[in-house]
């Protein structure tokens, strides 16, 4: 375990407690509790930081790079989504029994305005707003409390993704398993890029992007 300050506890549990606070306390505000949970990040983030804050959660200007973000990102997002559609959802649904929920997602992709409105507010709460909450902050402070040894970093994947898998609830078990799959290989796709807030943004930008576009048009 890495020697750490009261403060860098503190802070850090503060922080979650709100974020916990937001998604499971009598106050629901819908589509609006990720933008507000990552608005409590961004300010915990400084109060611990300073003026390193945004490189603390993975920000890196020196990675925010026009090939990492619209080349090799969307090459990766696709390579995820063509092994989620075609291999781990229909395997999952065959361990199951039980068929992945779409439901709400057909129901906000049902005319063009809709599915254009709707592209734009998941691009920003989840593509960016889940990652900076579950990569930048939580799978970060993780580390930093238990060290980066092999065993936390699968451990804070595993736990960290298995939350993150519980949170998709509404897309049903199948579901759930696959967010939890797909999100361990983001999470693992971050620590190897050492961090890099920038490109799992963005792969997660365009994975519900294609998964989107394939909704509104039957493909899925």
């Known amino acids: 375990m890495n020697k750490i300050t009261s403060r860098q506890i503190l802070i850090p549990l503060i922080t979650i407690a709100i974020i916990l606070f937001f998604w499971f306390g ?25 003026g390193k804050w945004l490189s603390a959660l993975g920000f890196q200007r020196e990675k925010l790079k026009f090939k990492n973000i619209f080349v ?12 989620y559609i075609f291999i781990l959802i229909p395997g999952v649904t065959e361990l199951t029994g039980v068929s992945i929920d779409y439901s709400f997602f ?35 402070q993780f580390l930093k409390i238990f060290g980066e040894s092999k065993i936390s970093i699968v451990l804070g994947i595993v736990l960290i993704t298995a939350f993150f898998g519980f949170m998709h609830s509404g897309q049903g078990i199948t579901g759930q398993i696959g967010t939890f799959v797909i999100g361990s290989l983001i999470a693992l796709i971050f620590y190897l890029r050492k961090y890099d807030l ?6 997660h930008c365009f994975f519900n ?3 989107l576009t394939c909704i509104y048009f039957g493909l899925a």
Do not use: N
Not at 72 to 83: D, E, Q
Not at 120 to 129: A, E, Q, V
Not at 198 to 203: A, L, P
């Open 209 to 211: 992007t294609i998964a």
């Open 72 to 83: 090799y990102a969307p090459l990766v997002a696709l390579g995820l989504f063509i092994f």
């Open 26 to 50: 009598p106050i629901h505000l819908g589509f609006l509790t990720l933008i507000i949970s990552s608005i409590v990040v961004f300010i915990g983030s400084a109060i611990e930081y300073k």
């Open 106 to 140: 057909r129901e906000i992709t049902k005319d063009l305005k809709t599915f254009l409105i709707s592209l734009l507010l998941i691009l920003i709460g989840s593509g960016f707003g889940e990652e900076i909450i579950f990569r930048g902050y939580f799978m970060r």
């Open 198 to 203: 920038w490109f799992v943004c963005s792969v």
